[in-house]
Nanobody, 125 residues
Framework: QVQLVESGGGLVQPGGSLRLSCVASGFTFEYYDVGWFRQAPGKEREGVSYISRRGTSADYADSVKGRFTISRDNAKNTVYLQVNSLKPGDTAVYYC??????????????????WGQGTQVTVSS
């Protein structure tokens, strides 16, 4: 059974940090690129970060560059998203997704075959 399970979300004050994790099972994780997406209330889901299957390429949305860092450990079937200097505008449900996405289509959600259920990140004082 294919699964992506996110964890690490929570309530944090502005300026705080979290480490989100996404653990994969049921498929050959190392063959898949991974994206992190988020959806805020009343907004469309948007791409936040991307990492290639071997971890050699990564990218970030302009809104999070310099604050978020994506990494992966294929031995543990896990992708991480370190989120620092959080702002209230980062409040959203964060989803990880796996697919064979070409770099040029990394923000296209239909490139991703598997999705997790999401983890809530709330930034508030």
């Amino acid at each position: 059974q294919v699964q992506l399970v996110e964890s690490g979300g929570g309530l944090v004050q502005p300026g705080g940090s979290l480490r989100l994790s996404c653990v994969a099972s049921g498929f050959t994780f190392e063959y898949y690129d991974v994206g992190w997406f988020r959806q805020a209330p009343g907004k469309e889901r948007e791409g936040v970060s991307y990492i290639s299957r071997r971890g050699t390429s990564a990218d970030y949305a302009d809104s999070v560059k310099g604050r978020f860092t994506i990494s992966r450990d294929n031995a543990k079937n896990t992708v991480y998203l370190q989120v620092n200097s959080l702002k209230p505008g980062d409040t959203a449900v964060y989803y990880c997704a796996a697919g064979r996405a070409s770099y040029y289509r990394r923000w296209q959600q239909d490139e991703y075959s598997y999705w997790g259920q999401g983890t809530q990140v709330t930034v508030s004082s």
